[in-house]
């Protein structure tokens, strides 16, 4: 399904969810004032998954009385499938879910009544915080499939090594031909090698 993305590309698209009483404008206002997109105002955590899949937003704006367990693990289940940078307001502190709060993948968390003239400064912490943690995320992930490749690698060497009665860089320079002759990267190669080496030995 097209998500809708009602905005020029210099404007930031916000789902903003307001589940305090009061319905207090000012937060709505100042994100306007400060020129971000309001793409849709959700009153309840039931409509939370439904506007993100339908909206391509660039970040989460929350505002509560208190984080509830239900809004925590919504949050916690968006993060997982979609993550976005999330600010959250509460009005109210409990020391006893802020671990929570990490968890759901909230980027900021203030417990505070809304300043108006910290909105934009909050916002612009959170979107860089999220950027950071997602460029670390995909450092480790980078990490742990170069590790990965250099265990296949070392398995299909000692695999030929023990194979064919040849040496460590005999067998590494069979695997880097074979790469550069099909055109694939050496860490394919070497699986094939396993499986292959694997069949013949069963």
Known sequence: MEKFRQ???????????????ERDPVLRHSLIDFDFNILKRL???????????????????????????????????????NPKPIVLF?????????????????????????HPERIKNIIDIALARHQSYKAMLQELNETKSKLAERKI??????????????????????????????GQKIAVIAQQVIDTISILEN
């Open 7 to 21: 905005y020029t590309s210099e404007k930031k698209g916000i789902l903003l969810l307001d589940l305090t009483a």
């Open 43 to 81: 009153y309840s955590v039931d409509e939370f998954d439904a506007a993100l899949k339908s909206y391509d937003a660039d970040l989460l704006v929350i505002q509560v009385e208190q984080p509830t367990a239900e809004l925590l693990r919504c949050l916690a289940e968006a993060s997982k499938l």
């Open 90 to 114: 509460s009005e109210k502190s409990n020391g006893q879910i802020v671990d929570d709060v990490v968890n759901a993948g909230v980027s900021a968390y203030i417990v505070d009544k809304i």
């Open 153 to 182: 690698l070392d398995k299909a060497k000692g695999m030929l090594m023990k194979h064919k009665n040849i040496s460590e860089d005999e067998a590494f320079g069979i695997l880097r031909k074979m790469a550069m002759d099909k």
